[in-house]
């Protein structure tokens, strides 16, 4: 229960943050926006988005190995040896003794595109539904 009731704390926590700057009032996503993140991306996007990716298998490479070495894991200073958060992303990690989860956001994406995982090890990819359009 205690381990439920954290990585459900932590979803709300990373689910917030960097959304809490968000507009009061969200204009809902048009046709004339393009995401940067879909069958239409450049090269440089998804180069970015393939950073993101690696950045979070070795995040999960990482807590792998501190849980195995400290039976708990850790937050994202006591990590070592990962790769850069790609430009434009923003990365969110929130870790207690019983699990952790993060969040890859990338900042520049109208569509908000994410990369997310937590102790179970998989990785997942999606923009938001609806996603609002970010104020200029």
Known sequence: M?????VCIGVLAIASIGWAAAPERQLQ??????CRHDQTAQQE???????ALTLAKAINAAEAE???????????QSLQ?????PSGFQ?????DRSGYIFAIKDTLDPC???VFSDAGGLLYEKSAL???VIAQ
């Open 91 to 95: 990365l969110n990690l929130y870790a």
């Open 112 to 114: 908000r595109f994410a």
């Open 130 to 132: 609806n996603a609002p």
């Open 45 to 51: 996007d998804r180069g970015r988005r393939a950073q």
């Open 2 to 6: 205690v381990k439920r009731t954290s």
């Open 81 to 85: 040896n990962l790769p850069a958060v």
């Open 66 to 76: 501190m849980v195995r070495r400290t039976r708990q894991y850790q937050p994202l």
């Open 29 to 34: 996503l048009s046709s004339a926006i393009s």
